[in-house]
Nanobody, 124 residues
Framework: QVQLLESGGGLVQAGGSLRLSCAASGRTFSITNMGWFRQAPGKEREFVAITWSGGNTYYANAVKGRFTISGDNAKNTVYLQMNGLKPEDTAVYYC??????????????????WGQGTQVTVSS
């Protein structure tokens, strides 16, 4: 089993920045990639960003150029730096971990483990 713990959400004005963290524990050796998803009220969970071995990354078009995903292998932690936040970025952000190859773009069904989520609210 893998446990994921997110932190760093909050309330910010449009144009502001936040950094989310996701710390993994347990059988972390089984993880091949980690990703961030978000879910707004009444909407499905959608892909935001993914990172996998070698520092590879991939982003949803909606966040490309504004968000940056990175990882610290020594700390088993993945970060999501969010700059230029917009009201439409408001959602609960979830960290996911997968032990198998995922589709591009990734789907929630690709992921085996999820964190509890952290709320990000961007005011206009």
């Amino acid at each position: 089993q893998v446990q994921l713990l997110e932190s760093g959400g909050g309330l910010v004005q449009a144009g502001g920045s936040l950094r989310l963290s996701c710390a993994a524990s347990g059988r972390t050796f089984s993880i091949t990639n980690m990703g961030w998803f978000r879910q707004a009220p009444g909407k499905e969970r959608e892909f935001v960003a993914i990172t996998w071995s070698g520092g590879n990354t991939y982003y949803a078009n909606a966040v490309k150029g504004r968000f940056t995903i990175s990882g610290d292998n020594a700390k088993n932690t993945v970060y999501l730096q969010m700059n230029g936040l917009k009201p439409e970025d408001t959602a609960v952000y979830y960290c996911g971990a997968a032990g198998t190859i995922v589709t591009i773009p990734p789907r929630p069904s690709n992921y085996d483990y999820w964190g509890q989520g952290t709320q990000v609210t961007v005011s206009s």
